[in-house]
């Protein structure tokens, strides 16, 4: 179980993914539909009451992932506050209880959030941005 954590006053650049919640090791199914849902049990990763507020992410491979089980979705993430820059678009898959406040993503190739089979309560002040141009800084 990994719960009750709060992230503050965050800088990162050229970083491959800034921010990973995932229950997924040592990786993800291809895609999320790939996954099939399996008996809760003892070993079961089980992600919740999660806060990241106060972020400049600058130039990341990935803006974010948060991957949940389809049996035991992540719950209660609070992202608040964050600019990402990133080549690929954030992924939330799995989740519920996800509430994003002052969330700018701005993603040169991918849409900005793909979301599967999960729950985002609030976007508000969020801004999702594609810019594909060759010359984006």
């Known amino acids: 179980v990994v719960e009750d ?27 999320p539909s790939d996954d099939l849902v399996q008996p ?12 990241i507020e106060n972020a400049d992410i600058e130039d990341a491979a990935n803006a ?31 989740a519920k209880d996800v509430n994003l406040t002052n969330v700018q993503i701005n993603s040169k190739t991918d849409p900005p959030l793909t979301v599967f089979n999960a729950e985002v309560k609030s976007m508000k002040g969020m801004l999702l941005e594609t810019n594909t141009s060759p010359n984006h800084e």
């Open 40 to 51: 809760v049990n003892d070993k079961t990763p089980v992600w919740k009451n999660i806060v």
């Open 5 to 31: 954590l709060v992230y503050k006053n965050i800088r990162m650049k050229n970083v491959k993914n800034p921010i990973w919640i995932s229950s997924y090791y040592p990786k993800e199914p291809n895609q």
């Open 64 to 94: 974010m992932t948060v991957w949940g089980l389809p049996e035991c979705p992540v719950s209660g993430i609070e992202l608040r506050r964050i600019k990402i820059t990133s080549n690929h678009g954030a992924k939330i898959y799995n």
